[in-house]
Nanobody
């Protein structure tokens, strides 16, 4: 059974940092591209970042480029999203995804 479990969300002040984790199981983690997606209150899903499978290629939405870093720890089957210089508009539920599989999400709130 494929499982994706996000953690690391919370309340942070503008300018602060958080690191999200997504623990994967039930599939060969190194063989699949992984993405982070977020959903702000009252809005649709927004793609945030992608990490490829075969090489360390990463990509980012313009809204987070230069502030967020995606990475993966293959031995730990874990995907990360390091978020720095957070802004109130980063407030959202953050999900990790691969193929048709989704985690339950983790809430990030950026507020003073």
């Amino acid at each position: 059974e494929v499982q994706l479990v996000e953690s690391g969300g919370g309340l942070v002040q503008p300018g602060g940092s958080l690191r999200l984790s997504c623990e994967a199981s039930g599939f060969t983690f190194s063989s699949y591209a992984m993405i982070w997606v977020r959903q702000a209150p009252g809005k649709g899903l927004e793609w945030v970042s992608r990490a490829s499978s075969a090489d360390p290629t990463t990509s980012y939405a313009d809204s987070v480029k230069g502030r967020f870093t995606i990475s993966r720890d293959i031995p730990k089957n874990t995907l990360y999203l390091q978020m720095n210089s957070l802004k109130p508009e980063d407030t959202a539920v953050y999900y990790c995804n691969t193929a048709e599989y989704w985690g339950q999400g983790t809430q990030v709130t950026v507020s003073s």
